[in-house]
T-cell receptor, first 115, second 115 residues
């Protein structure tokens, strides 16, 4: 059983829609991450939140808007996406956001398809 | 900038045999952490094993062990007594000690286990 829960598991949306991806963890982790993963490729980091503050934004287009309402929740708001944004979106968490040997725990991901 | 290279896009192994996946990395840091993650077709990424650069002893987790050669910047994963459930994509990842938890992934190796 995954300790990082992502909803929904699948999402199909049009380019003009607004939707949100949700990620939740109850392990007391204070760092949370959003990744984008294309088929047979490694995850690409999008955003990092550390202690509910955005610490890394990997030059992600503004049509992706992250939000961290509290230490257990992480959202990714989507608006006016493009077909090339179709991918698996992974959420992860770790005990802290700094360097160290603490592993990141990943969710199952949301499979996003843009029509 | 740090880079991680996995030179074997695909590998196969017979059930019960041993296979080694290679990983090399480039960094100017002296303190860092290395990880192997497994992503089965069901897509959840899970940690297989981790190694601290300051430790000379190679990490071992049951059937999984690493050969860490710091001078050569090499971090290979050995899977002993391979099982059908080991079939997955394996990612080698690097994390420095000074950054904000960012993982740098290799391109991945797809492992097929033949019965």
């Amino acid at each position: 059983d995954t300790e990082v829960t992502q909803t929904p598991k699948h999402l199909v949306m049009g380019m003009t829609n607004k939707k949100s991806l949700k990620c939740e963890q109850h392990m007391g982790h204070r760092a949370m991450y959003w990744y984008k993963q294309k088929a047979k490729k490694p995850p690409e980091l999008m955003f990092v939140y550390s202690y509910e503050k955005l610490s890394i934004n990997e030059s992600v287009p503004s049509r992706f808007s992250p939000e961290c309402p509290n230490s257990s929740l992480l959202n990714l708001h989507l608006h006016a996406l493009q077909p090339e944004d179709s991918a698996l979106y992974l959420c992860a968490s770790s005990l802290t956001g700094g360097g160290g040997n603490q592993p990141q725990h990943f969710g199952d991901g949301t499979r996003l398809s843009i029509l | 900038a740090q880079t991680v290279t996995q030179s074997q896009p695909e590998m196969s192994v017979q059930e019960a045999e041993t296979v080694t996946l290679s990983c090399t990395y480039d960094t100017s840091e002296s303190d860092y952490y290395l990880f192997w993650y497994k992503q089965p077709p069901s897509r959840q990424m899970i940690l297989v094993i981790r190694q601290e650069a300051y430790k000379q002893q190679n990490a071992t987790e049951n059937r999984f062990s690493v050969n860490f050669q710091k001078a050569a910047k090499s971090f290979s994963l050995k899977i002993s007594d391979s099982q059908l459930g080991d079939a997955a994509m394996y990612f080698c990842a690097y994390r420095g000690s000074s950054n904000t938890g960012k993982l740098i992934f290799g391109q991945g190796t797809t492992l097929q286990v033949k019965p």
